[in-house]
Every structure is written in structure tokens, then in C-alpha cells.
């Protein structure tokens, strides 16, 4: 099984940046698609951005186009999220995850608060 670390959250200004990053151990992770995902107070758990295994392509919800920016090393068994141009409707935990179906047990996640 894959156990999956979140970290790289914290408290920013609007319009900051942070970047996030999923390390994965145990069985290599390095052949699933891996996606972020987010969850807000009182909401649920929503799709963010996703990468192909291979690195070579990526989706992203519309909210963080142009914003957030997904990448991945393989050799480091790590999944990254870029995140620029931060806004307060950003503030949510942020999660990793085998994408589009989440293979594994979800991590503990990193807070992101984006303070206006």
C-alpha cells in the first residue's frame, strides 16, 4: 500500500504563494495518475489539479487556472502544487491522491489559509 505525506501548507496573504507537496512511500506511486484535491469547512472534498504518471500532462479545476501549477519527480516519489495568486476561497485542507479514482488511504492533509 502507498502512504501518502501532505505538507508545505500555512497561513499567507491574499495573493501569496505556497507549494505544496504529496511524498509518497511503500509501493511507488510512480505509475498512477495523482491528482490534488481540497476541502473547505462545510464542504466537500473537491477535485483541484491532476498529473499523468508520466508527467506529461495535467488538468486543473477552472477556479486554479492559470494559478496553480501541478508537477511531479518520480524519482522522489513526490506529486508538488504550485500555487500562486493566492485567494481566501483557496483556504481549504488540501489533499493528495491517485486521480481520477483515489487508490490509496487519503493522508492527513495540509491546511492552506488564505488571509484577505
Known amino acids: 500500500q502507498v502512504q501518502l505525506v501532505e505538507s508545505g501548507g500555512g497561513l499567507v496573504q491574499a495573493g501569496g504563494s505556497l507549494r505544496l507537496s504529496c511524498a509518497a512511500s511503500?509501493?511507488?506511486?510512480?505509475?498512477?495518475?495523482m491528482g490534488w484535491y481540497r476541502q473547505a469547512p462545510g464542504k466537500e472534498r473537491e477535485f483541484v489539479a491532476a498529473?499523468?504518471?508520466?508527467?506529461?500532462?495535467?488538468d486543473y479545476v477552472d477556479s486554479v487556472k492559470g494559478r496553480f501549477t501541478i508537477f511531479r519527480d518520480n524519482a522522489k516519489n513526490t506529486v508538488y502544487l504550485q500555487m500562486n495568486s493566492l485567494k481566501p476561497e483557496d483556504t481549504a485542507i488540501y489533499y493528495c491522491?491517485?486521480?481520477?479514482?483515489?487508490?490509496?488511504?487519503w493522508g492527513q492533509g495540509t491546511q492552506v489559509t488564505v488571509s484577505s
Open positions: 491522491n491517485a486521480h481520477p479514482l483515489a487508490a490509496f488511504d
Open positions: 511503500g509501493r511507488t506511486s510512480e505509475n498512477y495518475n
Open positions: 498529473i499523468h504518471w508520466s508527467g506529461g500532462s495535467a
